[in-house]
C-alpha cells in the first residue's frame, strides 16, 4: 500500500473533537457511493461503517465529558476568585475589630467578646453569638458581618472542593473517552490503508476538493446579514485542511468550521453539531437558504451550512479539506435558521 495516512496527534483532540469526527461518517458515503470496479469489498466497507458509528458514540461521550470539564475549570476558578476575595473581607473585617480590642485593651481592659475574635476557631464565637447584646449596637454590627462573612466563606470552600472533585472524576472520562475513540479510528484507518491500490486510490481521489470545483449555487439569498457574513466565511475556508477539534483559520472539523463561520459574522454559536441544532429556527429542507445549518443523522453527529442549489461546504473527515457536496450525501437530520 502507498503512503498511510496517520491520525492526528492526541494533544490537538480538543473541544468539540467528538462531534467533528462523525463526519467521517461522510467517508463512508464515498465508498458506498464509488463504481463497483473501485468500491471496496462489502465486508471492509461494512467493517469500516460499523466502526465509525462506534466512534461516534464514543465521540458524542468524549465531547459531553470534555465540555462539562470545561464548565467546571472555569467553575472552580470564578470559585476561587470568590474565596479569596471573601477571605480579604474576613481579614479586613478582623482588622477592623482587632483595632477596637487593642484600644480597648490600651484604655484599661478588653472585653471578654472581643477576646473571642482571636480564638484559633472561628466557631469558637460564632457558637457565641449571643454575647453581642453586651456591646453596643455599632460594634455588634461589624461583628454580625463578620460571622455572615465566615459563614459564607465556609460554605464557598465546601463547594470548591466538591467542584474539584467533579472535575477530576470529568477528566477521567474525557480520558476514556478519548482513548476509545483513538482506538476505534485507528483500526477503521487500518482497513482503508489495507485496500487494494486502485480502490484506495479511488478513495483518495473522492477526498481531494479544490477551489476550482465549483457548483452551481444558484440566485438564492441568504436570509439576513449575519448569514451573509457567515457565508462569506465560509466560502473564505473553501480548500483548508481538515483538522481534529480545530475551529479555524488554518484548519477546521465540521463544527469548527461553523463556529468560526458564524464568529466572523459576530454570531456566537456553540462548539458542537448537537448544539448547533438548536441555535436557531428549525426549518424544512425545502425552505433552506445560504447560511442555514444542515446537521445529518439522527445524533446530529455532522453538521454543514447551506449554500444553495442543494449544495452544502462544510469539513468532511480527516484528508478532505473543506468543500462543496451536495446536501443529500447523508441522511439530513435538521435545518437550523440562526
Known sequence: ????????????????????????????????????????????RTEVDRLYTAAEKATEAYNRA????????????????????QQQRVNSLR???????????????IDPTIALLFSDDPADYLDKAAVLGRIDAHEAGRLKELQSALRELTQERAEATGALAELDRSRQAVAVHKRTVEK??????????????????????ASRGTREVLPDLGSALPSSGRA?????????????????GANGPSGFDCS????????????ALPRTSQAQRFA????????????????????????????GNGQVIHAPYPGAPVRYDPVGMMPVSSVTRV
Open 256 to 267: 469548527g468550521l461553523m463556529q468560526w463561520s458564524y464568529g466572523r459574522a459576530g454570531v
Open 184 to 205: 476505534k479510528l485507528a483500526k477503521a484507518r487500518h482497513l482503508l490503508n489495507a485496500l487494494p491500490r486502485e480502490q484506495r486510490a479511488a478513495y483518495d481521489r
Open 1 to 44: 500500500m502507498g503512503s498511510h495516512r496517520r491520525l492526528a496527534p492526541s494533544s490537538g483532540f480538543n473541544r468539540g473533537a467528538g462531534a467533528a469526527l462523525c463526519a467521517l461518517s461522510a467517508a463512508v458515503a464515498v465508498l458506498a457511493s464509488a463504481p463497483a470496479d473501485a468500491a471496496p469489498h462489502t465486508d471492509t
Open 280 to 307: 436557531g429556527r428549525q426549518i424544512p429542507l425545502s425552505q433552506a437558504r445560504p447560511g442555514d445549518l444542515v446537521t445529518y443523522r439522527a445524533d446530529a453527529s455532522h453538521v454543514a451550512m447551506y449554500m
Open 95 to 109: 482588622d477592623s475589630l482587632g483595632s477596637l480590642a487593642g484600644a480597648q485593651y490600651r484604655s484599661g481592659g
Open 66 to 85: 470534555d465540555e462539562r470539564a470545561d464548565r467546571l475549570r472555569h467553575h472552580v476558578a470564578d470559585a476561587q476568585d470568590l474565596i479569596a476575595r
Open 228 to 244: 451573509a457574513a457567515a457565508v462569506a466565511a465560509a466560502r473564505s475556508a473553501l480548500g483548508r485542511p481538515y483538522v481534529w
